[in-house]
């Protein structure tokens, strides 16, 4: 039956259909009154006078007044110019040391967040730089959490044993996620660390003792230290000494533990070389290597200490490149401290060999293009070399300080990667990782 339409109901008539150069003209209509509409609003706002501001009683006040205005104003200028980020780096976290040594913002900004006083202390270690480096922010953090395990409590809720891992792993990620939100963002090292660790709380027996499981869970951390960062170093070193010969001139870059460990490890078996140590702004870690480096072997190793902007002039008489890695991508590109892909292009278009010396445990099953998507943000102010003038100060509101951390070295820059399961192509990390990780 057909259905009959409610008497109170009515339709609309449909409206006709436009063609295309009526619906043009129409479009065209209202963007012109939209337009009229914009500069009547604009022309409303100039013509609003500001409100009269009260007389002060004395012109002392008033000078205080403007000159503590003044002062507020350059400094929110001065921080606005330090948060400004270009536009394709908008996405990265920025840097939380401007706000947390200003003493704006807290280490322990949540109140109910009961934290272990190592726990804070490392954190502000992270954050004002002076704990640096992939392995040494991982070992410090297995320390760290091996204090926290030893004087972990259970609470005093009527909890059973069996719940030991539960409230363990809480606490480790409650710790891991601080870290990584109010002092610096975590690295790939301490982010596989940091599996390990879960994977052996999770894997604790049910009803073992507590104090059976903080020394089981402390001799894991040491054992894992011990093997995938301290002996893993060492295997490198006996591998990358098949490659050095009497003679060689070897290139190095700022401050890397693995290629320290390897020009020991030469210079101590008898290879007779040179090195050119590379070192950048602003961090100039390199002077660090080179301290640490003549120390070890007492002066015995002939030493050339240069700037990036000097590499191709010293290029043409080196015979290898050694490069540390902050991680190794999947696909065989090596993240590293920034600077490190220039003298691997360099050194490709002049056909010396690029050996990487990265451990196993820095490997991330992630794939990795370019340098924008994943890095992380420096201090801005560690660029600006000497105080603005006055001159200069007008000029510095239009700057934009980016101070980048790390980049991506692709793949085909790369000869050989430096594991202590031996030294292999770049196409065979996929392979590794597959290995390690079935």
């Known amino acids: 039956k057909d259905k009959v339409a409610p008497k109170n109901l009515v339709i ?18 209202q963007r012109a009154a939209k337009g009229v509409v914009q500069k009547d609003s604009t022309k409303t706002a100039k013509n609003v006078k500001k409100p009269d ?9 008033n000078k205080t007044a403007d000159n503590a205005t003044r002062q507020s104003a350059n400094s929110k200028k001065e921080n606005q110019n330090v948060g400004k980020v270009l536009g394709l780096f908008e ?97 790939v090292s301490m982010g596989n660390a940091m599996t390990f660790l879960k994977s052996v709380i999770a894997s604790l027996p049910r009803d073992i003792n507590m104090e059976e499981a903080k020394e089981l869970l402390c001799e894991q951390i040491d054992a894992y230290n011990h093997e995938r960062i301290h002996l893993a170093g060492q295997a490198i070193a006996e591998h990358a000494l098949r490659k050095i010969q009497n003679g060689d001139v070897l290139l190095v870059y700022v401050y ?7 020009l020991i490890n030469a210079q101590r078996s008898g290879k007779q070389f040179r090195v050119i140590l590379v070192d950048s702004r602003p961090l100039m870690e390199g002077r660090e290597m080179l301290d640490k480096l003549l120390a070890a072997v007492s002066g015995n190793i002939e030493c050339t200490y240069i700037l990036l902007n000097s590499l191709s002039y010293v290029m043409k008489d080196v015979t290898k490149v050694f490069l540390g890695a902050a991680a190794l991508m999947s696909n065989g590109s090596v993240l590293s401290r920034v600077g490190t892909a220039g003298i691997a292009l360099m050194a490709h278009a002049c056909k010396v060999p690029v050996l990487v010396c990265c451990e196993t445990y820095k490997i991330s099953a992630r794939v990795q293009l370019e340098s924008i998507t994943y890095n992380e943000m420096g201090d801005p102010k560690q660029l600006e070399v000497l105080p603005f003038d006055d001159e200069g100060k007008k000029g510095k509101e239009n700057l934009t300080l980016l101070n980048l951390l790390y980049d991506l070295t692709p793949a085909e820059f790369v000869t050989g990667i430096i594991t202590e399961m031996g030294i292999l192509p770049p196409s065979s990390v996929a392979v590794l990782l597959r290995e390690m990780n079935p």
């Not at 640096?132 to 609470?155: H, S, W």
Request: aromatic share 6%.
């Open 12 to 29: 609309p008539p449909k409206k006709p259909k436009l063609s295309k150069a009526e619906r043009r003209a129409l479009q065209e209509a």
């Open 53 to 61: 501001s009260g007389k002060a009683n004395n012109n002392s006040s």
């Open 91 to 187: 996405h990265l976290p920025k840097y939380k040391g401007a706000e947390l040594f200003s003493g704006r913002v807290s280490l322990n900004t949540d109140a109910k967040l009961k934290l272990h006083p190592a726990v804070t202390e490392l954190g502000y270690k992270y954050a004002n730089g002076t704990i640096r480096g992939a392995n040494t922010r991982c070992r410090a953090m297995l320390e760290v959490f091996k204090t926290v395990i030893r004087d972990y409590q259970t609470p005093k809720d009527g909890k059973n044993q069996h719940q030991l891992s539960l409230d363990l792993d809480h606490e480790v990620k409650t710790i891991f996620q601080y870290w990584t939100t109010h002092c610096r963002t975590h690295s």
């Open 256 to 262: 890397n533990e693995a290629v320290l460990n390897i």
